[in-house]
Structures are given as C-alpha cells and as structure tokens.
C-alpha cells in the first residue's frame, strides 16, 4: 500500500486527487490518503443539494459547497477534522464491507484508549456518538472507501450549515440521516494535536514506523491531469448544484409590497416550470416574469443577473430584487 503526501486544504482539489487515484492512476498498488478540507459542504452524489445546505449561512461564512462521487449524507469538514481515503482492487469481500475499512481506524483508536466501535450501516461511534461516517463507491475493478474523523470539530457549525430553512421542498434525492456526533479529542487519555494523531492514523493504516518508503510522489502529468479534473467538475455550479435530483420547491414570505408565493420545478439545477402567486401588484403580467425565469438556472446570481435593469418594479410594487431573492433562497 502506497501513500500521497498531500497538504492542499481545498476541497475541490482533493475530492478530485482522490478520484484521480482512484479511476485514473496507473498504478497496481493500493493506496490510502489523508487530507483535510477548510471549511467545506460535502454533499453525497445522489442528494439535492439546496435541501442539505442552510444557504444563507453557507454564503455569510463563505463555506464550500462541493459534490463528491460516494453516495450518503451531506457531512462538514473543517480544519477539526481529518478525512482518509482508503483505494483497493474490489475482492468480493470489499464490496459494501464498510466494517472491514473501518476496522483500522477503530483498531487505532482502541490502541490510543478510546473505546471507538462499529455502528449501523456505516458509522464509527464513541459512547453512543457518531465520530465518523463512511462511503464507498466502485469503479471497474476497485472500491474506493473514504470517510472523515471528527477529532476537534466545531460541532456547532455542522448544525449551521445543514440547517435547512425551506419552507417546503419535495425531491427525489437521498436525504441525510441526522445522528448524534462529536469530536474523539476529549476521550484522548493523553492529548494530541491533530497532526500527531494524523501521523500515528497513516502509520497504523501503513504498518510502518516510517512510512516514507511508502510515499508516491506525483508526476507532473499527474498534477495537470488533476487540476484539469477540478476545473471541469468539482470547481463547477453544474457538478455542484446541477447534478442535483429533480425537485419541486413552494417558497412562500410577505413583504412591504405584499406577499409571494413561488412555485418551481427544477431539473439538473434548470427551472422547468414556475408559477408565482401572491396578493402583490404590478403593471406587468406576472406569466411574463414567470417566463423570463423559465430554463434558467436555480442560482442566486443567475436570477439576480435577470433584473438589473429593474425590470423587477414592473411586476412587483415595492418588492426590491433583494427580496425576491430572499424569497426564492433563503
């Protein structure tokens, strides 16, 4: 088993490092990976995006929203936390064997005095609490199983930025399991740091007191071909957002001028279909701003690029461009 030495903290880059191992190495060799993200939005490959992200926090803090490649629940990184990927040829035994990938993280664990066990379909718990969640996904002849460690996460701020505030949203896509978490630091018998504790996890994966003779030094043609993967996917709204399951969404608030009431069918991040209703006025025929926002995309700037002319007043009165921005997301 080999490893990659990677100190790069931003997402897009390292989700595309990992499936760049993963599907495009030419390698025989298995490897495991440990990275870290700064402050980061995970969302699983099948999930709607906009349902798992409280949007309005996710823009003040500005946090990272990206979509990986492994299905499961939204999950959020930051610098409390390290995430390890673990990349080998699929045997039978691998397939959906989230126990058996798990297994060296809880081994290591129960070595440092934490009493760190397997738990449901694919958590690691401690007293009860998640500290872990994993995922899988297959491609040809390998299994790629990753998950992230909450060592000293702030706990508060992945209630924030999963906090959905929607008034009503119907989707196809898999929804998060919600689970208690928290962060293994204070179990530790004798305190580390994060990177201590990093070492010793890549060292036990590795079974090595030295795991230099294990590093695979990227080649330049790796490095181009990883950052092309990161601008064409994990970098773009149509990866990140557009991928997203269809979804029907009802957003509903009143303002000064009076109150909206939005209705959207989206596809692929595209609005296929609207219709507001409400007890505003306005001089124009609002079927005629329900066209405008028809194929476009379900994206604050995109909308809020439609009226900066101010075309916006002539369906609206006393309804600013802020608000309906307002109304459609957040």
């Known amino acids: ?115 760190a066990e397997f738990s449901g379909r694919n958590d690691i718990t401690v007293a009860g609490k998640k500290i872990s969640g994993n995922a899988q996904s297959y491609y040809q002849n390998k299994v790629l199983h990753h998950g992230t460690i909450l060592f000293n996460s702030d706990l508060e701020m992945v209630t924030n930025v999963l906090n959905v505030k929607l008034d009503k949203i119907a989707s196809k896509g898999i929804k998060s399991v919600r689970s208690r978490v928290t962060n293994i630091y204070p179990y530790l ?13 890549l060292k036990f994966i590795l079974n090595a007191d030295d795991y230099r003779p294990y590093i695979y030094n990227l080649t330049e043609v790796d490095k181009q071909r990883i950052n092309e993967l990161m601008n064409k996917k994990y970098l773009k709204w149509e990866w990140n957002y557009g991928e997203s399951p269809s979804f029907n969404l009802q957003k509903e608030k009143r303002y000064q001028g009076g109150k909206i009431d939005v209705r959207l069918d989206v596809n692929d991040g595209i609005i296929n279909k609207c219709k507001i209703f409400g007890d505003f006025f306005g001089q124009e025929d609002i079927s005629n701003l ?41």
Not at 301 to 312: A, E, G, K, S, V
Request: contains cysteine; hydrophobic residues 35%.
């Open 1 to 115: 088993m080999l490893t990659i030495i990677n100190n790069n903290n931003k997402p897009q880059y390292n989700l595309a490092l990992e499936e760049y191992v993963f599907k495009y190495l030419d390698s025989d060799d298995d490897f495991v990976l440990l990275w870290q993200n700064e402050p980061s939005v995970i969302i699983g490959r099948n999930q709607n995006t906009i349902e798992e992200i409280n949007n309005n926090y996710i823009k003040k803090h500005q946090i990272n929203v990206v979509r990986r490649i492994t299905g499961g629940g939204a999950v959020y990184h930051d610098f409390g936390n390290i995430n390890y990927s673990l990349i080998t040829k699929s045997a039978k035994d691998n397939i959906n064997n989230f126990r058996k990938f798990t297994m060296p993280v809880i081994n290591m664990l129960n070595n440092l005095g934490i009493n």
């Open 189 to 201: 018998k004798e305190p580390v740091t994060l990177d201590v504790f990093t070492d010793k996890l």
């Open 290 to 330: 329900e066209k405008l926002l028809t194929n476009k995309r379900y994206e604050e700037q995109t909308i809020r690029d439609l009226f900066t002319d101010n075309t916006l007043t002539k369906y609206f009165f006393n309804i600013s461009i802020d608000n309906f921005i307002d109304c459609l997301f957040y």
